[in-house]
């Protein structure tokens, strides 16, 4: 007969070892285990690869009756099952692809009392007559893994994970361990919420990963800027993130057409024809993947050595998730990103058509990262803040911690611009702004009568990517606003107005080149 053990921090670490061979739990699992084997609701947020699965694992082995694990992954639930059976742990798992009568030795099992932990889907534990057999057995604990696919966003988000608020309704006693990789503050919080979760205690790892050089650069010609930077990375292997399965084919095409190793990877292939892009990829035939966000979950390949976002990504977990598969194996990555303001503008358009119920949601989601590409202080700290961390210095390694951006006195600037601005009469976009005030000849001008105004070539002397960032700044300083509504046009504020007057003076700052802000990562 197995061993018993008394639901004790003792016995846990006697289990670890036993079971697992590992000496001694991480600081954060040692924590997690107490707070279950007292029976509170727990919630767990920790990055891929932190030790979730021991944190709920052990305490199952150690309690009475049998653990039920939600898992939306049917190919990963087999896995860990068998993972589990191969340290000697009785474990079991039930979905669409098992058969009746497999079922059916299972519920004897668990019955029995031998089962420790039984892995269902979602689908399966809501099923009719599930949760009554469940009534019959002792349940020790819940788990819901990949708990933030119970909030909103994109393609991780499961609507049956919002029927599981029943666990707590027909199971009041039984504690709930939720746990994930995601955990901003407001998934945290749709977590807690959502399962109805009783004065849960919550567990936040650090999310840094302080190898990854985090630079933005602005999205002007973006694919002389990955060219550039594969010169400057040769061999290197890495992902490229787009939004739309058109761009993944396009950019792929250019980067063949310069002689890259570059396949794409998107939903819209079949199966096949995925698995063989995603195998040339681990075997180092392939050396850049262009692919939709549908690449990289539940790949393992610890030699990516940069990912680049071509679009300003959806979100910050969206982003972060995607940069973690960069630099696995802890030595220097890169993590890229080009942005400029039309894809806040294009996000905007396609998260208001993708879910209208949760669109003030995803755009506030939006909002953060738009301060994060935008922002002229240390990224990791802003990365980190997002996830409830506070670093206590400037990381060193950001585009913004490497070459920081001189301040100077923008006042006779931003008064070209909003002078301008006032002048085109508050009709015009940032684009055909920065045309007037750089003294262009296009269509847009001429027709507008814009190369008659009084500020037309006033700021001919500044590159456009310069104005740009001004421009930027300014907005975010809140001197002007963009009218979605009015054609995308900018209005000019009170501030706006007092600087124009010169009652106001207006710091701007110098941003440098994204190169010179790249750190080697080769000798
Ligand atoms: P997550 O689910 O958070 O991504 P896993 O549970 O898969 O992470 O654990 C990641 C790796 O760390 C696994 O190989 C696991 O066996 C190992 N691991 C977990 N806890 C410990 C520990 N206390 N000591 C040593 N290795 C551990
Ligand atoms: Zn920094």
Known sequence: APETFEPTVDSARRVLKQYYGYDAFRPMQQDIIESILAGRDTVVLMPTGGGKSVCFQVPAVISEGTCVVVSPLIALMKDQVEALKGNGISAAYINSSVGQSEQNSIAGDCMNGHLKLLYVSPEKLLSSGFLQFLKRLKVSMFAIDEAHCISSWGHDFRPEYTQLRVLREQFPQVPIIALTATADRLTQRDIQQQLRLNEPQVFLSSFDRPNLNLIVRPGQDRIGGILEFLDRHPGEAGIIYCLSRKQCETISQKLLAKGIRAGHYHAGMTPNQRGAVQEAFLRDDIQVIVATIAFGMGIDKSNVRWVIHYNLPKNIEGYYQEIGRAGRDGAPAT????????????????????????????????????????????????????????????????????????????????????????????????????????????QAVLSGGYDQIKTYGAGADLPYLDWYSYIHQMLNDGLLYIAYEEGYSLKITELGKEVLQGQRQLPLKKFQPAEKAEKPTRA
């Open 335 to 442: 993590a890229l990103m080009f942005y400029n303001f039309g894809d806040v503008m294009s996000l905007r358009d396609m998260l208001t058509k993708e879910n209208p119920h949760l669109t003030q949601l995803n755009l506030t989601k939006l909002e953060r990262m738009q301060q994060f590409a935008e922002a002229a202080s240390c990224r990791r700290k802003i990365l980190l803040n997002y996830f409830g961390e506070t670093l206590g210095q400037d990381c060193g390694n950001c585009d913004i911690c490497r070459n920081p951006p001189t301040t100077f006195d923008g006042t006779l600037l931003a008064q070209k611009a909003l002078s301008a601005v006032a002048r085109m009469r508050e009709r015009a976009s940032i684009g055909l702004l920065i045309d007037v005030l750089r003294g262009m000849r296009n």
